[in-house]
């Protein structure tokens, strides 16, 4: 199960009124205590939630999330039967859908049990800002120690938690950005090579050209012509090719970019300007060269 939220379980088995017996939806429950949705703000949608007031009614009640209601087909849940981990609960009320794991993965119907003693963490909200929070971990480890000397004070921060589930994707992201930068340093450097070579072979035309009279911006041209329509070529390749690759692993995110041919056009657009800009020189320099140079020995 993925980082999230509290003390979270999963389970297939919810039954209610009118549910087909074919189909198989995955529940995620969680088990709470008090004050569980004023401190994550979430908000009443029907009915009422648990309640410190109330507590010892609650053994048998449950709250749940919007899309478990859409998904259970009740217009208004309230007092509603349902059945898991072998017993009856009645719906309590229900709350607006929140993500609790990252947004990687979709929405998922949730049911909130009242069971304090069963939660693995006291979930606290820090209304201090950054620079406040050492005074306050220092004060909640001063009140933990006059209620449970014997236990270790340990905690984390929910931001991390959830942060650590993107760990994955950051590492990928600096992998490919260090691929793609040698990528462009090689084409760079072979972009250099292949104008080099053919400023080489071209020496006596373009010393020729000149001579009759042809402009310096005309040799230019014709010399980062044949380079960029190398650079297009590869272009046109490349587009189905990344396009398959970035719709494949976008697939692994719930919400996600839809790619769109301006993202295309702009990439192809600087691999232009940066193959422009690696053959300009060598190309600029050929032309300009004397032809005396290369026409001494003809």
Known sequence: MPP??????????VHWDGKDPEQKI?????????D????????????????????????????????????????????????FADKEWTILGVVNDIHIFSFQYELEPVLFVYRPERSRYIEIKLDSGIEAI???????????????????????????????????????????????????????????????HSAEQKTKEIGIRKVLGALVRSLVTLMIKESLVLVIAANLIAWPVSCFIMKTWLANFAYRINLAWPVFLLSSLTGLAIAL?????????AATANPVDSLRYE
């Not at 995955?26 to 008090?34: A, I, Q, S, T």
């Not at 800009?277 to 320099?285: A, H, R, Y």
């Open 4 to 13: 999230g939220i509290g003390s979270v379980f999963a389970t297939q088995s």
């Open 26 to 34: 995955l529940f995620h429950g969680h088990y709470v205590g008090d």
């Open 36 to 83: 569980f949705f004023k401190t994550y703000g979430m908000k009443i949608l029907k009915g009422e939630v648990f309640s410190p007031l109330k507590s010892s009614s609650f053994s048998d009640s449950i709250v749940i999330s919007d899309s478990a209601a859409r998904i259970m087909g009740y217009e208004n849940p309230i007092g509603k039967r349902v059945n």
């Open 134 to 196: 050492p005074a306050t971990l220092s004060f909640i480890e001063k009140k933990w120690k006059e209620y449970s000397p014997d236990s270790p004070f340990e905690y984390f921060f929910l931001e991390d938690i959830l942060n650590k589930s993107y760990d994955n994707v950051h590492r990928n992201s600096q992998i490919f950005r260090c691929f793609a930068l040698l990528a462009i340093l090689i084409s760079c450097l072979g972009l250099f090579g292949l104008v080099a």
């Open 277 to 285: 800009l690696t053959v300009s020189f060598q190309s600029i320099k």
